[in-house]
């Protein structure tokens, strides 16, 4: 069964510090793949996605994530972390035909 | 364009009531997913509508049902609610695709449940 592992349950940075989220999935077929961002009480917002090509993908807010098939993984990475970016991360993985299955999420705490 | 849009934002029950939820989604597109996000538990998957037909189902009772109207909105009913049913949850949907096609959810604010 497909299936998304999110190692890290929380994360804590200092602003300004860089940041690198890790995401695994098991999956028989190229995946798609998503990360997306939750502020305290409200939906999800996608920050980039994976369909197919260049392996490294640029999202908003300054994200970035790569695809290593490999090693079955698509990391989310940020250069540098501001306190706005303090939230709850997830990662996704989309079956073609739209069955999606996520992690159980990473947060994120940012101090000054 | 108008996102997902959810309705109430917070609702209060007791033990043993029944809750709807409403989900409307991005316009033209036509699958919507709800998911349940207890504390501390991530995105738990419930119910998948497209066309108007279930195509999938997480584990969970069959308390927990839904439809999907002919303009997609979409309910989710919770029957006999349970002290454990109280958590936010959300609606997505994403545009319509065939076996092969490649799409991204889209999510609405959600639903806060309290179960007193």
């Known amino acids: 069964a497909q299936s998304v592992t999110q190692p890290d349950i929380h994360i804590t940075v200092s602003e300004g510090a860089s940041l690198e989220l890790r995401c695994n999935y098991s999956y028989g077929a190229t995946p798609y793949l998503f990360w997306y961002v939750q502020s305290p009480g409200q939906g999800l917002q996608l920050l980039l996605k994976?369909?197919?090509?260049?392996?490294l993908v640029q999202g908003i807010k300054g994200f970035e994530a790569e695809f290593k098939r490999s090693q079955s993984s698509f990391n989310l990475r940020k250069p540098s972390v501001h306190w706005s970016d303090a939230a709850e991360y997830f990662c996704?993985?989309?079956?073609?035909?739209?069955?999606?299955?996520f992690g159980t999420g990473t947060s994120l705490t940012v101090i000054p | 364009e108008a996102g997902v849009t959810q309705s109430p934002t917070h609702l209060i029950k007791t033990r043993g009531q029944q809750a709807t939820l409403r989900c409307s989604p991005i316009s033209g597109h036509t699958s919507v997913y709800w998911y349940q996000q207890a504390l501390g538990l991530g995105l738990q998957f419930l119910l998948w509508y497209d066309e108007g037909e279930e195509r999938n189902r997480g584990n969970f009772p069959p308390r927990f049902s839904g439809r999907q109207f002919p303009n997609y909105s979409s309910e989710l009913n919770v029957n006999a609610l349970e002290l454990e049913d109280s958590a936010l949850y959300l609606c997505?949907?994403?545009?319509?695709?065939?076996?092969?096609?490649?799409?991204?959810?889209?999510f609405g604010p959600g639903t806060r449940l309290t179960v007193l």
């Open positions: 994976y369909f197919s090509g260049d392996t």
């Open positions: 997505a949907s994403t545009r319509t695709g065939g076996p092969s096609s490649y799409n991204e959810q889209f």
């Open positions: 996704a993985v989309g079956e073609t035909g739209n069955q999606f299955y």
